[in-house]
């Protein structure tokens, strides 16, 4: 049975500004190709090498390896197809690009010959299937997966092998929907996969061996959210790779939604799988122009969640000014509270050209070393996007970013707040080996908005897992303030049920 869910009266929360500020990027930009459509882009671990995909005209997609910390180009080449996505091998050592080409589903496999010169051989082009817009997957442990819509609109799925590349066995998943994006979990077990179908957003998981066998498991109820407008399009989904952050079940969902030519950016916030926990109106606070054509992209960035979408609202800004077109971004912790840049309404700018980038097609990832753990130099952020005429290619920060945490980078907190159960569930890591379970201090208040005290909650126990009952508390938006050894913070939990 589906799970049908109306988060927070969608069509009822834009509240349209012209108010909105924006953040001037200071990192260059990097022009690498003419006309481009779509685009995707991943990162070597270790090396920080970009492989930036993207198609052109001619009928090719091209593959370009840019050095992260110069920008020079370090490997290129092309293939005849479109519609690329790109996955790196759980280390620099292999490339994945799934595309679209003469009807069918493609993926051809790169694999690094040297390091100096940086130089990445083609192994093979394989034929998949027959239909379009697919995406790629890969994970740190090396496990893959692809989907695509064939062209009678059945959604697919299959794991798949590297070394060289080898697709198991192909297994169709919907009857009906299209656009579909697909996120593996970074321990195997769990898959994501999104899509649109007949203008609602769907979010199903699967297991992962399952489909590796041939056959299709849901794990969950998928979640099916209703349209506002005039239909879901393009939705993406990134889950966490970096368990130094988080468990592997972490992952989050944008999608546009259209209002009539303008689009309602969204981003769907889940810990655990199908455990929705929170949702956030991306572009709430710019006052946009008709048309604009967000498809926002999201990644993990350690304890932060980074969703980038392309926003056209020089209309706004009277007597009007054609440069007030950009591709933005903002920051959230991972249960979808905004983070950053502050107070929200503060947009950070991508692009430093003033050119129209209402219809850009951006692609954003991050990068850690292998099994994607952090180190104090392995950071590294890159972003591509294009308006309607030239691609764009960049690093956002090269520098290892400070990122927020509890009790000088010895603990972190990580918050399951159970939007749709009685219970919020707070979980701390201890990240520093000298601290025992038995110096952890907890204590827990709960406030309305108006930051009255509604009560002490009570809460079990179990090892560093704290389950607070909030089966009392009315249906709405409270602050939960924790105090961790001391150090007292507060975040925001919506709770939506009394049963």
């Known amino acids: 049975m589906k799970k049908n869910l109306t988060l927070l009266a969608f069509c009822g929360l834009f509240a349209a500004s012209a108010s909105a500020q924006i953040i001037q990027s200071v990192n260059p930009?990097?022009?690498?190709?003419?006309?481009?459509?779509?685009?995707?882009?991943?990162?070597?671990?270790?090396?920080?090498?970009?492989?930036?995909?993207?198609?052109?005209?001619?009928?090719?997609?091209?593959?370009?390896?840019?050095?992260?910390?110069?920008?020079?180009?370090?490997?290129?080449?092309?293939?005849?197809?479109?519609?690329?996505?790109?996955?790196?091998?759980?280390?620099?050592?292999?490339?994945?690009?799934?595309?679209?080409n003469g009807g069918g589903i493609w993926v051809d496999d790169y694999y690094l010959a040297t390091v100096t010169p940086v130089n990445y051989?083609?192994?093979?082009?394989?034929?998949?299937?027959?239909?379009?817009n697919p995406n790629?997957?890969?994970?740190?442990?090396?496990?893959?997966?692809?989907?695509?819509?064939?062209?009678?609109?059945?959604?697919?799925?299959?794991?798949f092998q590297i070394g060289p590349f080898a697709a198991g066995l192909l297994v169709p998943v919907a009857a009906v929907g299209s656009m579909p994006d697909v996120a593996?979990?970074?321990?195997?077990?769990?898959?994501?996969?999104?899509?649109?179908?007949?203008?609602?957003?769907?979010?199903e998981t699967y297991d992962y061996a399952v489909l590796q066998g041939g056959g299709a498991a849901m794990t969950t109820p998928p979640v099916v959210v209703p349209t506002s407008g005039a239909g879901w399009e393009w939705p993406r989904v990134q889950a966490n790779r970096n368990q130094l952050f988080g468990g592997p079940d972490l992952y989050t969902v944008v999608a546009q939604d259209n209002m009539g030519g303008m689009y309602d950016v969204w981003g769907l916030f889940f810990m655990g799988s199908g455990n929705l926990v929170g949702n956030s109106l991306v572009n709430n606070g710019i006052n946009f122009c008709m048309p604009s054509f967000p498809r926002p992209v999201v990644a993990y960035d350690r304890d932060e969640v980074h969703v980038?979408?392309?926003?056209?609202?020089?209309?706004?800004?009277?007597?009007?000014?054609?440069?007030?077109?950009?591709?933005?971004?903002?920051?959230?912790?991972?249960?979808?509270?905004?983070?950053?840049?502050?107070p929200p309404g503060v947009f950070l700018e991508v692009n430093n050209f003033n050119l129209p980038f209402e219809f850009s097609a951006t692609s954003l990832n991050t990068d850690y070393d292998g099994n994607y753990l952090i180190t104090g130099a392995?950071?590294?952020?890159?972003?591509?996007?294009?308006?309607?005429?030239?691609?764009?290619?960049?690093?956002?920060?090269?520098?290892?970013?400070?990122?927020?945490?509890?009790?000088?980078?010895?603990?972190?907190?990580?918050?399951?707040?159970?939007?749709?159960?009685?219970?919020?569930?707070?979980?701390?890591?201890?990240?520093?080996?000298?601290?025992?379970?038995?110096?952890?201090?907890?204590?827990?208040?709960?406030?309305?908005?108006?930051?009255?005290?509604?009560?002490?909650p009570t809460f079990e126990q179990d090892g560093m897992v704290y389950r607070i009952?909030?089966?009392?508390?009315?249906?709405g938006i409270y602050l939960l303030q924790y105090t961790l050894n001391g150090e007292t913070r507060a975040e925001r939990i919506p709770h939506f049920t009394n049963q």
Not at 469 to 475: G, K, R, S
Request: hydrophobic share 40%.
């Open 29 to 100: 930009d990097t022009p690498i190709w003419g006309v481009t459509e779509n685009t995707g882009i991943a990162i070597a671990p270790f090396y920080h090498w970009n492989a930036v995909v993207y198609d052109d005209p001619a009928g090719d997609y091209w593959i370009q390896w840019r050095d992260a910390a110069t920008s020079a180009l370090l490997d290129i080449d092309n293939q005849p197809g479109a519609n690329p996505d790109v996955a790196y091998y759980a280390n620099a050592d292999a490339v994945v690009v799934a595309y679209e």
């Open 121 to 132: 051989n083609l192994n093979m082009n394989n034929g998949v299937a027959g239909g379009l």
């Open 136 to 159: 790629i997957d890969m994970n740190s442990l090396g496990d893959g997966v692809l989907t695509w819509q064939d062209w009678g609109g059945t959604i697919w799925m299959c794991a």
């Open 184 to 203: 593996l979990m970074d321990n195997s077990k769990e898959l994501v996969l999104t899509y649109e179908q007949a203008g609602q957003l769907v979010i």
């Open 308 to 342: 980038a979408f392309a926003q056209d609202y020089w209309c706004a800004m009277p007597p009007g000014d054609p440069s007030a077109q950009d591709v933005l971004m903002v920051h959230y912790d991972h249960g979808g509270n905004h983070v950053g840049p502050t």
């Open 378 to 456: 392995n950071y590294c952020e890159g972003v591509a996007f294009n308006d309607p005429g030239d691609l764009f290619w960049k690093i956002r920060d090269m520098a290892t970013p400070a990122w927020r945490k509890s009790d000088p980078g010895k603990l972190t907190v990580e918050i399951n707040k159970g939007v749709m159960s009685n219970f919020v569930t707070v979980e701390v890591t201890i990240l520093e080996e000298s601290i025992a379970e038995s110096e952890v201090e907890m204590d827990f208040a709960v406030y309305d908005q108006s930051g009255r005290l509604v009560e002490i």
């Open 469 to 475: 009952d909030v089966t009392n508390l009315e249906q």
